[in-house]
Structure formats: C-alpha cells, structure tokens
C-alpha cells in the first residue's frame, strides 16, 4: 500500500495514534516503514485494528524494525522463544503487566519496542494504558531534574509467581541504569525507573531512595501524561520502550484475554 494512503490520528494530545491504512501482515516497503518510524517517535505508541497476522508475518514486522529480544521467563508460542504469550484466564493468578513498567528493563540492553497483537479479546476491559516519559521528565521543577540527572538506579526482574511451571530462559537479569535516559533517536530526555523492575536508586540512602521512587512512581502515572486503548480482536499495539511505561488492566476476570508480544532489542541506555 503506497505512503500516502496512511492515516495517523492521535489518541491524545500526548501520546498514542491510530494508523490506518497498512496492512501489516505484507512486508513494509521503504516508504511505509518510514513513515510508521516517524509516526512512532512522534506518538510513542501506534495502534492499528484489523491486523489477521500469523506468528511469521508478526516476527517478520518485528524484524523490520531490529533483531528480536527473548524474555528472560515468559512462554512463548509455536516453538519460538521470540514469540512471547501474553495470556490471562479463569485460571490466572496474576497477568503480564499489571504494574507500571517499561519492558524487560532489568537487561543491560532493555529492548526498544514491543508489538503485541491480540487474539482473543474478553467481552468489555482489559485496556492497556501508557504513559509518556518524555513529558514525566519535564513536568518537573528544574531542581528535580537537576536532582535527578546524574542519579543511577538498580532494576532486577522477579517473575515468581508469573509465569507457572514453564521453565525460564535464562537467569532473572538485573541492572544498573541512568534514572533520567536520553533517546538514542529523538535526543529527548526521559524519566526511566518504574514500579515493575526498579528496586533502588544507587547513590541515596535506602530511606531517600524509597522515598524517591515512591515520589516517582506515582508522578508517572498522572493521567496527563496517559493514553488508554481499548482492543479488539486483531489490534496491534507497537510502542517504545524507552520513552514509555504501561499497565495491563486486569479487569475482566474470569474472562479470556490472550495475544502474542514480539519484542525488539535496544540498547544500554544512556545519560
Ligand atoms: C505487556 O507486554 O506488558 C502486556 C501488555 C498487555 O497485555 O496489554
């Protein structure tokens, strides 16, 4: 499909577009992939509806876009740890991103972006939220920042509890991260502790440190600086990591809700 059939129409005034007018499961040609990596550092996070990929046309769009990332824990579908299982039912006891957080950011290179496309949808919620890092960051007094800007913080991954019998891929990572990050593409600055990995800011005291993060764990979640999607069968969601968090509402219990994450790697971030 040529460029200039591609629609984008923001969520909010914030984060979050709508795209239309791309088929997803045909390879991007230049043009189209241009203008959906411009869509995406300018929105943060695309949406697209009616996407009827198949596993290989999903790897295939995540490839485009950079090598694959395995989670370290998470099952995963048809034989390739790339294709994570993001799956809630009567029989959960806790479901994938139910706490704020940017993806896998316990590894010392996080990945960039995620693109989860979902399968099975339950009969109303199971939303999924963001929130813009970018606009986290400088909604603070410049005498935070200040106080933020040279800071590092410890992020470890915990997964007991997720993920049932099925065997990890790897050891449980953990790392060591700037707190504020700047993006490697657009150069923006960007507030990078969240709830789900990070543990400990390096340079404070324990006491600061829990009160800090505290501060900025519920900072991040200002609903100023969120966009809410609602999903439907066949909607994908691509966002970045490294200027986004998000949380998977779980309000649909005993609902199903089931889907498939691919994951891009990224780099170690830096100050
Ligand atoms: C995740 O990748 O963190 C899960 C997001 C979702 O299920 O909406």
């Known amino acids: 499909m040529p460029r200039d059939e591609i629609r984008v129409e923001p969520l909010t005034p914030t984060i979050g577009a709508v795209v239309e007018g791309v088929d997803l499961t045909r390879p991007l040609d230049d043009d189209t992939f241009a203008a959906i990596n411009r869509a995406w550092m300018d929105h943060l996070v695309l949406f697209f509806r009616d996407q009827a990929m198949t596993p290989e046309q999903h790897l295939a769009l ?15 579908a048809g034989g390739d740890p790339a294709l994570m299982v993001i799956h809630a039912d009567a029989d959960s006891h806790r479901v994938n991103g139910e706490r704020w957080h940017s993806d ?54 915990n997964y007991e509890g997720y993920y049932g019998a099925h065997p990890p891929q790897r050891e449980p990572p953990r790392a060591v991260h700037p ?41 991040v979640q200002d609903v100023n600086f969120q966009c809410r999607f609602q999903w439907q069968a066949n909607s994908v969601a691509m966002w970045d990591n490294r200027c986004t968090q998000h949380m998977a509402v779980w309000d649909y219990y005993p609902e199903t809700r089931s889907g498939i994450r691919v994951t891009i790697k990224g780099d170690r971030p830096f100050r």
């Open 179 to 219: 707190v504020v990050r700047t993006h490697p593409v657009t150069g923006r600055k960007a507030l990078y502790v969240n709830e789900g990995f990070t543990r400990r800011i390096v340079e404070i005291s324990r006491r600061e440190s829990r009160a800090c993060l505290d501060f900025l764990f519920d900072h």
């Open 62 to 76: 995540g490839r485009r876009f950079g090598e694959l990332h395995i989670h370290p824990a998470a099952p995963y």
């Open 104 to 157: 896998v950011s316990a590894d010392e290179e996080p990945p960039m972006g995620s693109i989860l496309h979902l399968h099975r949808v339950p009969s109303r919620g199971g939303d999924t939220c963001w929130s813009n890092m970018y606009e986290a960051y400088e909604a603070l007094s410049p005498a935070m920042q200040a106080f933020l800007d040279p800071l590092t913080a410890r992020h470890v991954a």
